[in-house]
């Protein structure tokens, strides 16, 4: 049988390049491999230290309280990430010449059969019948391609695809709902003029995967921690929300106006800690929990800064949030919020990031520093309606655990995914007085900040030790070794990281 | 499709003091006092300026506490499809 794939790391301190930690036995340079403390094991199967998987070799030392080279698998990364939590690991990275890249034609788009008329579809509420505003309907006739047409249903719940068409094959269809509702999705279909679609409504007594899993917390869970929520505010008039305070970071606006400029914070927010009560609310994982809201989106602007997304978790830190929720990201290493992030861990506060929603690419930056707490996303087959949007995020490996469990088509993955959380079909709380079904890292991302309160609340001295990386190092710990493994892909950390909190 | 990123300009910068305490006043004045480089923004432990590429470059090798980076954008996380190709 094969052995472990083994890959090179440096390890170096948190801060700087020589730190009396790591003059820890486990990083002396030897020929022979050291066993690995197992922090993270599947579910009723613990493995052996001896196992190649969970040993470290430091191949080479600058300095005995300086960068090493080190060898070990992705797992072990893991598992020396828990037991010394003060040890950044860097994977070696080699250099290529930069090839110029070659461009390649489109291929060209093929136009159906015409027809004099038009392609009208209509959307209402099942069972009312009532037509349903706001529902985007997106047609793509090839899905490699994204070609297609798109449309937004009106008053009358008419959605006007195009003209000179009356009907189309299409490869796939989705239609996103409008507040309250769920969406639709089908695969290699053809529609006509006048169909009509029926979305159900979201019904808060029907548990969707976030109540499945952490319903029964109690109402108190996450009491004593503060929850900074780095996003695009939160609504401060939802009955199910309670925002303790916060600041409007986005250059140029009032200070005080923290609450939503778009849909997402809220949703995040109420993930976290929302403390309604089904049938008529909803109840995130720690409803204990103090919420903090820092907008960092513009009122009718789609983009954050960097300087914005620092000053807000320098301002998080100020306020002193034990955790901080950022459901967002870029592609590229930003070294402003590197440095932001980098000194909420010096000083007690522990980030919690979305890996990204780019389907299985590499994890998005922040999420993939060493000082957070990257989050992934899954969905279990069965808490959503079926032909809703969410089955089109249904994608292998399904959990060794629970069948019915898949990592979600979406979800970005990569050896710096620390854990992963629920993030297919999360009802919550929007601007408005209302609820909404969303998917992506966004939600599983808030959902394992939520479990961290919860757990922190249970631990006061945790919570009571100076805030310095001592305590976000406590955390971080925790957090990981209350993380149970699915199996979603077994020796490949990759999609789960450490598990499910 | 989400998580996009996409430089702004290159003439707006963030700059961050990275040591302990707080931003020392005479660093502050030679940024002020930088010819073409106008504060925009400041918070307790950065700046946001904007101005030409090369002087506010030159202030990073001045300027050794500080980071010196450009600003960027990153839009709302969204898992929603998109139409890239409307068929005609």
């Keep these: 049988m094969a052995g472990p794939k083994l890959q090179q790391f440096i390890l170096m301190p948190r801060r700087g390049v020589r730190d009396p930690v790591m003059l820890n036995p486990l990083l002396l340079p030897d020929q022979q491999p050291k066993p690995l403390a197992v922090m993270a094991f599947a579910r009723g199967v613990r493995r052996s230290v001896r196992e190649p998987t969970h040993q470290i070799r430091v191949i080479h030392s600058i300095h005995e309280d300086g960068l090493k080279l080190a060898e070990m698998s992705p797992e072990a990364v893991f598992n020396l990430r828990t037991t010394l939590p003060g040890v950044r690991v860097v994977p070696v990275v080699y250099y290529r010449t930069a090839q110029r890249p070659r461009f390649e034609v489109a291929t060209a788009v093929k136009t159906a059969g015409r027809a004099t008329g038009d392609l009208k579809l209509t959307i209402k509420a099942a069972g009312s019948g009532t037509p349903l505003a706001g529902a985007k309907v997106v047609a793509f006739t090839d899905f490699a391609t994204r070609a297609g047409l798109e449309g937004t249903s009106n008053a009358r719940g008419s959605v006007l695809l195009g003209r000179n068409r009356t009907s189309l094959t299409l490869d796939r269809l989705y239609i996103y709902p409008p507040h309250g509702y769920w969406g639709y999705y089908a695969e290699n279909t053809r529609i006509s003029d006048g169909d009509g679609f029926e979305l159900p409504i979201i019904d808060l007594s029907v548990p969707d995967l976030l109540t499945t899993l952490y319903g029964g917390h109690p109402r108190d869970a996450g009491s004593g921690v503060k929850v900074g929520i780095i996003d695009t505010g939160i609504s401060r008039d939802h009955p199910d929300l309670k925002v303790a305070g916060g600041k409007n970071l986005v250059t140029g606006e009032d200070p005080n106006d923290f609450g939503p400029s778009a849909d997402h914070g809220s949703h995040v927010a109420g993930i976290v800690a929302a403390h309604g009560t089904a049938p008529t609310g909803k109840r995130g994982v720690a409803p204990g929990a103090t919420l903090m809201s820092y907008r960092v989106f513009g009122h009718g602007v789609e983009n954050a800064n960097n300087y914005d997304i620092a000053r807000a978790i320098d301002q998080a830190v100020a306020d002193q949030c034990d955790l901080i929720n950022m459901s967002l990201g870029g592609g590229g290493r930003d070294p402003a919020v590197e440095e932001a992030v980098n000194a909420a861990y010096q000083a007690g506060t522990l980030s919690i990031c979305a890996t990204g929603n780019d389907y299985r690419q590499p994890v998005s930056f922040p999420a993939r520093l060493q000082q957070v707490l990257a989050v992934s996303a899954f969905g279990q087959r069965g808490t959503f309606p079926d032909k809703s949007v969410e089955t089109g995020d249904i994608e292998k490996p399904f959990a060794a655990a629970n069948k019915e469990r898949f990592i979600a088509a979406f979800s970005n993955i990569g050896q710096e995914v620390a854990l992963t959380g629920p993030g297919v079909g999360i009802v919550s709380t929007v601007p408005e007085k209302d609820y909404a079904v969303l998917s992506g890292t966004s939600m599983a991302c808030p959902a394992v900040t939520g479990c961290i309160a919860a757990i922190l609340s249970q631990q006061p001295n945790l919570l009571q030790m100076p805030r310095d990386q001592s305590r976000t190092a406590a955390f971080t710990k925790a957090a990981l070794v209350k993380a149970i493994l699915q199996g979603f892909a077994p020796d490949d950390a990759s999609m789960e990281g450490h598990g499910l909190l | ?88």
């Design chain 2, 1 to 88: 499709m989400d998580f996009r990123e996409s430089k702004i300009s290159m003439s707006r910068y963030i700059l961050r003091y990275k040591a302990p305490g707080t931003k020392p006043q005479q660093d502050l004045l030679r940024i002020r006092e930088a010819a073409g480089v106008k504060i925009l923004d400041e918070s307790p432990r950065m700046l946001l300026v904007e101005g030409d590429d090369e002087k506010i470059k030159g202030l990073r090798n001045d300027l050794s506490d500080w980071l010196v980076t450009p600003e960027v954008q990153i839009s709302v996380p969204d898992t929603r499809y998109r139409i890239k190709r409307p068929i005609e």
